[in-house]
């Protein structure tokens, strides 16, 4: 046993973790919450130049990383600061599937993919389908020359910025089967696209996602016809890897800020860390915030491996980490009191952006429910 | 024991339900049920038809233009307001500053102050939050100096919600430096135009300006705009604290809330099911409501007495720790049932500006913003741990 991070990786940490600091602070971050691109396109190209961006694929896709604990370990430095870039939408899921699935050529992409030049999104869940990752009633119809999809994506993470879109859409079968699902690789100014861009909660930007008419050939599709499930449900696991060690880095932080509050804030004449309920509250959290790390190296040292150990794993982690998020930004803001309820202050976008996990790549019910399913019942 | 209405309480019931039937404008019902913003002009609209029909005061004596109810008549018409989504009544003129005044105030004071209430002349504000005074209000440092017939006061508050509606403010405002911190506090009512106060609004996690904070720089305000004594404030503060927890439960807002709830989990689809036959969120509803049945009879149990002549107490700090927490439940629930559709950041007040198409169900648009929102609900008028205090103290006597 080991879990100590390799030197390669502890210099990327190193060397991430400073240069988010000196990018990101509490102004930058509401400045970016009221942009237009939800993004900044300078911390971009600075991560792509760090070789950040290069970090989560493997050598053979033209990164030099590309391991579960090369994603834990640049995703929690990014919650750590509460970044709101990309990277998890163009890296992780986009670059993800086209390494996983991509022909030869589709893959020539990826180069500009690591070097920061181009941007992708993930156009999966519908309306109607919770996180559900079979559960696909967008269409794909063949005609002579190739396809034509229809139907409706839902909260599509950097889907404006984005030059290509990752679409699912069935090709056979029902409407919650893992058969007859096929992926597209549709670029952004297809005719029959429509975007309806908004910000998000947790920052950043997304967009609803029409398909009518779409008519793409052939060689957009991603993989074999109908065979898209094991591509999504592995890029699934990475990307829920991915959140996963955001949200512990988000909550490294929230603890940092609260633990801080809890020694400056005087209330009857003493700090309001001296009293004894809230000492045993934040013990708490901190107790919750190690069973957090714990679950993320389970999943980071998992995620590389056999599907079903991966899959149980996956659902465990994303379970607890959704409810610890809960707890630590609730109990947070609590302790903080009115301050924490602010949006000038720092803990605000923090707090929401940990809430916001939740409700990315399945919910803490969700994937209670999918691990009774795999590994209990 | 006997856990149902008398006839005249039910003939009462169904009084209230006809009334807010006919008379409850359906745009305003809507923006509650959509839990959206309401603006200062629908607050004062309803405030209006209520004190048209002479309901718009439950807490106040006749003779003050009040409605007289006992403690479960208020809730009866309480609990049938947030079942109709009527907007709630602006708590700060009706439900605080109201029986302080008509307490301790002057009959010169009732007679000025306690109709402009009613009419909406006066939007008050409360003054009791400072920077460094929260959940330990007594060591507040905004002070009062005499000067002649006025008094100058300097300082700052905070946390003064519809701050930018109000052209009152009653403020808790130190008198003395000697002796124990609740003892040189003055209540003084003070006109939010004079000479020297600004207000800065303080936007939320959810977006939204709801709070501020205001600052007095040597604002002169008569002596005369004192209620009761000098120092004695603190005491005034006491009582309304008690008066601003009869309806702390927030008993109807959580049965409304429920109710929503219940919709979308129906409207919702899991697994190609509406939601609510999900066994696993089925559980987490069922938790809530069964937490919800018990806290409202021991919400009436607490009422009865008060309908009885005594004062709710230390009870009071049970039920707003209880009802605050089903209340987020709730929400939090909520925010899960509306799966994806949470994440959409829906600022009203961006809304307002700009022509952004709206995104997903209607129902699921404010969703997160109330989550966010009512976080506050354990926080502000003496936090949960300041009640947990107060019952461990008073009830347990630890």
Same mark, same amino acid.
């Given at each position: 046993?080991?879990?100590?991070?390799?030197?390669?990786?502890?210099?990327?940490?190193?060397?991430?973790?400073?240069?988010?600091?000196?990018?990101?602070?509490?102004?930058?971050?509401?400045?970016?919450?009221?942009?237009?691109?939800?993004?900044?396109?300078?911390?971009?190209?600075?991560?792509?130049?760090?070789?950040?961006?290069?970090?989560?694929?493997?050598?053979?896709?033209?990164?030099?990383?590309?391991?579960?604990?090369?994603?834990?370990?640049?995703?929690?430095?990014?919650?750590?600061?509460?970044?709101?870039?990309?990277?998890?939408?163009?890296?992780?899921?986009?670059?993800?599937?086209?390494?996983?699935?991509?022909?030869?050529?589709?893959?020539?992409?990826?180069?500009?993919?690591?070097?920061?030049?181009?941007?992708?999104?993930?156009?999966?869940?519908?309306?109607?389908?919770?996180?559900?990752?079979?559960?696909?009633?967008?269409?794909?119809?063949?005609?002579?020359?190739?396809?034509?999809?229809?139907?409706?994506?839902?909260?599509?993470?950097?889907?404006?910025?984005?030059?290509?879109?990752?679409?699912?859409?069935?090709?056979?079968?029902?409407?919650?089967?893992?058969?007859?699902?096929?992926?597209?690789?549709?670029?952004?100014?297809?005719?029959?696209?429509?975007?309806?861009?908004?910000?998000?909660?947790?920052?950043?930007? *997304?967009?609803?996602?029409?398909?009518?008419?779409?008519?793409?050939?052939?060689?957009?599709?991603?993989?074999?016809?109908?065979?898209?499930?094991?591509?999504?449900?592995?890029?699934?696991?990475?990307?829920?890897?991915?959140?996963? *060690?955001?949200?512990?880095?988000?909550?490294?932080?929230?603890?940092?800020?609260?633990?801080?509050?809890?020694?400056?804030?005087?209330?009857?004449?003493?700090?309001?860390?001296?009293?004894?309920?809230?000492?045993?509250?934040?013990?708490?959290?901190?107790?919750?915030?190690?069973?957090?790390?714990?679950?993320?190296?389970?999943?980071?040292?998992?995620?590389?491996?056999?599907?079903?150990?991966?899959?149980?794993?996956?659902?465990?982690?994303?379970?607890?980490?959704?409810?610890?998020?809960?707890?630590?930004?609730?109990?947070?803001?609590?302790?903080?009191?009115?301050?924490?309820?602010?949006?000038?202050?720092?803990?605000?976008?923090?707090?929401?952006?940990?809430?916001?996990?939740?409700?990315?790549?399945?919910?803490?019910?969700?994937?209670?429910?999918?691990?009774?399913?795999?590994?209990?019942? | 024991?006997?856990?149902?209405?008398?006839?005249?309480? $039910?003939?009462?019931?169904?009084?209230?339900?006809?009334?807010?039937?006919?008379?409850?404008?359906?745009?305003?019902?809507?923006?509650?049920?959509?839990?959206?913003?309401?603006?200062?002009?629908?607050?004062?609209?309803?405030?209006?038809?209520?004190?048209? @029909?002479?309901?718009?005061?439950?807490?106040?004596?006749?003779?003050?233009?009040?409605?007289?109810?006992?403690?479960?008549?208020?809730?009866?018409? #309480?609990?049938?307001?947030?079942?109709?989504?009527?907007?709630?009544?602006?708590?700060?003129?009706?439900?605080?500053?109201?029986?302080?005044?008509?307490?301790?105030?002057?009959?010169?004071?009732?007679?000025?102050?306690?109709?402009?209430?009613?009419?909406?002349?006066?939007?008050?504000?409360?003054?009791?939050?400072?920077?460094?005074?929260?959940?330990?209000?007594?060591?507040?440092?905004?002070?009062?100096?005499?000067?002649?017939?006025?008094?100058?006061?300097?300082?700052?508050?905070?946390?003064?919600?519809?701050?930018?509606?109000?052209?009152?403010?009653?403020?808790?405002?130190?008198?003395?430096?000697?002796?124990?911190?609740?003892?040189?506090?003055?209540?003084?009512?003070?006109?939010?135009?004079? #000479?020297?106060? @600004?207000?800065?609004?303080?936007?939320?996690?959810?977006?939204?300006?709801?709070?501020?904070?205001?600052?007095?720089?040597?604002?002169?305000?008569?002596?005369?705009?004192?209620?009761?004594?000098?120092?004695?404030?603190?005491?005034?503060?006491?009582?309304?604290?008690?008066?601003?927890?009869?309806? $702390?439960?927030?008993?109807?807002?959580?049965?409304?809330?429920?109710?929503?709830?219940?919709? $979308?989990?129906?409207?919702?689809?899991? @697994?190609?099911?509406?939601?609510?036959?999900?066994?696993?969120?089925?559980?987490?509803?069922?938790?809530?409501?069964?937490?919800?049945?018990?806290?409202?009879?021991?919400?009436?149990?607490?009422?009865?007495?008060?309908?009885?002549?005594?004062?709710?107490?230390?009870?009071?700090?049970?039920?707003?720790?209880?009802?605050?927490?089903?209340?987020?439940?709730?929400?939090?629930?909520?925010?899960?049932?509306?799966?994806?559709?949470?994440?959409?950041?829906?600022?009203?007040?961006?809304?307002?500006?700009?022509?952004?198409?709206?995104?997903?169900?209607?129902?699921?648009?404010?969703?997160?913003?109330?989550?966010?929102?009512?976080?506050?609900?354990?926080?502000?008028?003496?936090?949960?741990?300041?009640?947990?205090?107060? $019952?461990?103290?008073?009830?347990?006597?630890?």
């Amino acid at each position: 046993m080991n879990f100590e991070l390799t030197d390669e990786r502890q210099m990327l940490q190193d060397s991430l973790r400073r240069f988010l600091n000196d990018n990101y602070s509490n102004e930058k971050i509401r400045s970016l919450l009221d942009s237009d691109t939800g993004h900044s396109v300078d911390i971009w190209s600075g991560l792509a130049e760090m070789g950040v961006i290069g970090a989560l694929f493997s050598e053979a896709d033209g990164g030099y990383g590309g391991a579960g604990f090369d994603l834990s370990t640049v995703f929690e430095e990014l919650g750590r600061v509460g970044a709101v870039d990309p990277l998890l939408d163009t890296a992780v899921l986009g670059g993800g599937v086209i390494a996983s699935a991509g022909s030869s050529t589709q893959k020539v992409l990826l180069e500009s993919i690591i070097d920061g030049s181009m941007h992708l999104a993930f156009a999966h869940g519908e309306p109607q389908s919770r996180y559900e990752l079979s559960r696909v009633s967008c269409t794909a119809r063949r005609e002579a020359n190739g396809f034509v999809l229809d139907g409706q994506k839902s909260v599509v993470v950097n889907a404006t910025a984005a030059d290509y879109l990752i679409v699912s859409a069935r090709s056979a079968g029902d409407v919650d089967s893992t058969q007859g699902i096929s992926l597209f690789l549709v670029p952004a100014n297809t005719d029959g696209l429509t975007l309806t861009d908004f910000p998000l909660a947790s920052g950043g930007r *997304a967009a609803e996602l029409l398909l009518e008419n779409v008519r793409l050939d052939g060689s957009a599709l991603l993989g074999n016809e109908g065979d898209g499930f094991n591509t999504l449900e592995l890029a699934n696991a990475r990307a829920t890897l991915a959140i996963c *060690a955001e949200a512990l880095g988000l909550m490294e932080t929230i603890r940092a800020l609260t633990t801080d509050y809890l020694k400056i804030r005087k209330q009857f004449g003493q700090p309001i860390g001296k009293f004894q309920v809230l000492q045993h509250r934040m013990a708490d959290v901190l107790t919750e915030i190690e069973q957090a790390r714990s679950a993320v190296i389970n999943l980071a040292g998992h995620v590389d491996g056999a599907r079903d150990a991966r899959e149980k794993h996956v659902s465990a982690t994303k379970n607890l980490i959704g409810l610890v998020g809960k707890l630590v930004a609730e109990e947070s803001i609590q302790m903080h009191g009115g301050i924490g309820m602010t949006e000038e202050y720092e803990l605000g976008h923090l707090a929401r952006r940990l809430v916001m996990v939740d409700h990315r790549l399945g919910d803490s019910m969700h994937h209670l429910e999918r691990f009774i399913d795999l590994a209990v019942a | 024991m006997n856990l149902n209405y008398t006839d005249t309480q $039910i003939q009462f019931r169904e009084e209230v339900r006809a009334f807010l039937d006919t008379n409850l404008p359906e745009a305003l019902s809507t923006k509650v049920r959509l839990d959206k913003t309401l603006t200062k002009a629908e607050h004062e609209q309803w405030h209006a038809i209520l004190n048209d @029909k002479g309901w718009l005061a439950g807490n106040w004596p006749v003779e003050y233009g009040g409605t007289g109810w006992d403690a479960i008549n208020r809730h009866i018409f #309480e609990d049938e307001m947030a079942r109709a989504h009527a907007p709630r009544i602006v708590p700060f003129g009706i439900a605080m500053f109201g029986p302080v005044l008509q307490e301790f105030g002057s009959v010169e004071q009732k007679d000025y102050y306690l109709p402009k209430v009613l009419s909406g002349e006066h939007w008050w504000c409360q003054g009791y939050s400072e920077p460094g005074a929260g959940s330990d209000l007594a060591s507040l440092k905004t002070r009062a100096e005499r000067d002649g017939d006025d008094y100058i006061v300097n300082g700052q508050k905070t946390w003064t919600t519809l701050g930018q509606h109000a052209n009152m403010i009653f403020c808790l405002v130190r008198t003395a430096k000697e002796g124990k911190p609740q003892e040189g506090i003055s209540f003084l009512l003070i006109d939010m135009h004079s #000479e020297g106060i @600004k207000v800065r609004p303080i936007v939320l996690i959810d977006g939204e300006p709801e709070v501020n904070e205001v600052f007095f720089d040597n604002v002169r305000v008569p002596v005369a705009n004192r209620v009761g004594e000098e120092n004695k404030g603190w005491t005034y503060a006491k009582y309304l604290l008690t008066h601003e927890r009869t309806n $702390i439960a927030g008993i109807g807002f959580a049965t409304a809330g429920l109710d929503s709830l219940k919709r $979308i989990a129906r409207n919702e689809m899991s @697994k190609g099911k509406p939601l609510i036959k999900n066994p696993h969120f089925a559980a987490q509803l069922a938790r809530i409501e069964i937490d919800l049945m018990a806290m409202t009879t021991t919400n009436l149990r607490v009422i009865s007495q008060a309908a009885a002549g005594k004062a709710p107490g230390a009870e009071s700090s049970m039920l707003k720790i209880k009802g605050s927490e089903i209340r987020q439940e709730i929400n939090a629930l909520t925010r899960s049932a509306v799966g994806c559709y949470a994440m959409p950041f829906v600022s009203e007040e961006l809304e307002r500006g700009s022509n952004q198409l709206p995104v997903g169900p209607e129902y699921a648009r404010s969703v997160t913003g109330t989550y966010l929102n009512n976080r506050k609900l354990s926080i502000y008028g003496g936090s949960n741990e300041i009640q947990r205090t107060i $019952i461990s103290k008073t009830l347990l006597e630890l």
